[in-house]
């Protein structure tokens, strides 16, 4: 099932996710809706927030061919390593793009959709698309990671958009 995403000003973007208690049979659906949504939009990294769901969820695909799902419950960064920059842009504030400075390398751990918990190291753009979405699931958008000025000016934008919707 396609799933709504919430787009920049929208409030719930803020909410703090909590942590899944148990994977069940909510939480699969939940993730298989996620990567359906993810895909047709089409991204590279879907958070819970996103689409109105406040738990620590995430769903990320870099590959070309959108072939390779990764799915994160609870992830929790333990290493970061060096810094890259790179222009980012985000399925909640459409057609905006800004370069942003994140870890180069990071070490997360995680569960799967199973319930099993893993470890996975990524680098550059899964490392960079990791930190994106674990953004998401602490109320914190890419664009909180721009000048004030720049904030003001997007807001305005997406204030004025969201009116003619």
Known sequence: MILEILKYPDKRLRTIASPVQEVNSEIKKQVKDMFETMYAA????LAATQVNFHQRLIVIDISDE???????INP?????????????GCLSVPNYYESIK???????????????????????MLSICIQHEMDHLNGILFVDHLSKLKQKRLKKKAVKQSKKL
């Not at 089409?42 to 990294?45: K, R």
């Not at 929790?76 to 980012?88: A, L, R, T």
């Not at 994140?102 to 550059?124: D, Y």
């Open 42 to 45: 089409p991204g590279i990294g």
């Open 66 to 72: 959108g072939n390779e799902p990764l799915c994160l």
């Open 76 to 88: 929790e960064i333990m290493q970061k390593n060096g810094e890259i920059e790179y222009e980012e």
């Open 102 to 124: 994140r870890a180069n390398e990071i070490k997360v751990s995680a569960q799967n959709e199973l319930g099993q918990t893993f470890e996975i190291e990524a680098k550059e």
